[in-house]
T-cell receptor, first 109, second 118 residues
Framework: EDQVTQSPEALRLQEGESSSLNCSYT??????LFWYRQDPGKGPEFLFT???AGEEKEKERLKATLTKKESFLHITAPKPEDSATYLC??????????FGTGTLLAVQP | DAGVIQSPRHEVTEMGQEVTLRCKPI?????LFWYRQTMMRGLELLIY????????DSGMPEDRFSAKMPNASFSTLKIQPSEPRDSAVYFC????????????????FGPGTRLTVL
């Protein structure tokens, strides 16, 4: 059964304090690992797709990396506006996305 | 460009009533997904359509739930009769699935409908 586990459940950082979020997965035939950002009261917003181990993608202060068992979302010098819930999802042999429960990030000024 | 549009944004109803949620996907997308999000279970896929045809409805919790996609620009999710445990945020998402190749397929989500069943 395809499964996604995210850690930590919640993370509090000071502005400028870099850190990483983890997404561990098991999937039959990975066809994409997806990162989304979700703000309160809104739908998930697409950030990145990674397809193979070793792949990396960057967007502003965010960088996503992928291995055969996990993905990391690195946040460099975060700002308060980076506060949100970050969701990880995998797509396997089906066309369905299996989501983790997310990491709630709070960046304090 | 308009994203995925959902209506209503909020719905409060009483147990036993029929509830209909509506979704307009992004123009040109050929796959549509209905999700439910709760604190306890996170984001769960209920059903998805490809080219207006239901492909997988294994996530639909009970026969009380039904979904239709009469054309490429409109879908509904209906709950009849509604129960308090159906209270959640319901999201619609759409994507473009290419005929060949595995890449792409990023799903774009609407703002959601917050359903409260009293």
């Amino acid at each position: 059964e395809d499964q996604v586990t995210q850690s930590p459940e919640a993370l509090r950082l000071q502005e400028g304090e870099s850190s990483s979020l983890n997404c561990s997965y098991t999937v039959s035939g990975l066809r994409g690992l997806f990162w989304y950002r979700q703000d309160p009261g809104k739908g998930p917003e697409f950030l990145f797709t990674l397809y193979s181990a070793g792949e990396e993608k960057e967007k502003e202060r965010l960088k996503a990396t992928l291995t055969k068992k996990e993905s990391f979302l690195h946040i460099t010098a975060p700002k308060p506006e980076d506060s949100a819930t970050y969701l990880c999802a995998v797509r396997g042999a089906t066309n369905k996305l299996i989501f983790g429960t997310g990491t709630l990030l709070a960046v304090q000024p | 460009d308009a994203g995925v549009i959902q209506s209503p944004r909020h719905e409060v109803t009483e147990m036993g009533q029929e509830v209909t949620l509506r979704c307009k996907p992004i123009s040109g997308h050929n796959s549509l997904f209905w999700y439910r999000q709760t604190m306890m279970r996170g984001l769960e896929l209920l059903i998805y359509f490809n080219n207006n045809v239901p492909i997988d409805d294994s996530g639909m919790p009970e026969d009380r739930f039904s979904a239709k996609m009469p054309n490429a620009s409109f879908s509904t999710l209906k709950i009849q009769p509604s129960e308090p445990r159906d209270s959640a945020v319901y999201f619609c998402a759409s994507s473009f699935r290419a005929l060949f190749g595995e890449k792409g397929n990023e799903q774009f989500f609407g703002p959601g409908t917050r359903l409260t069943v009293l």
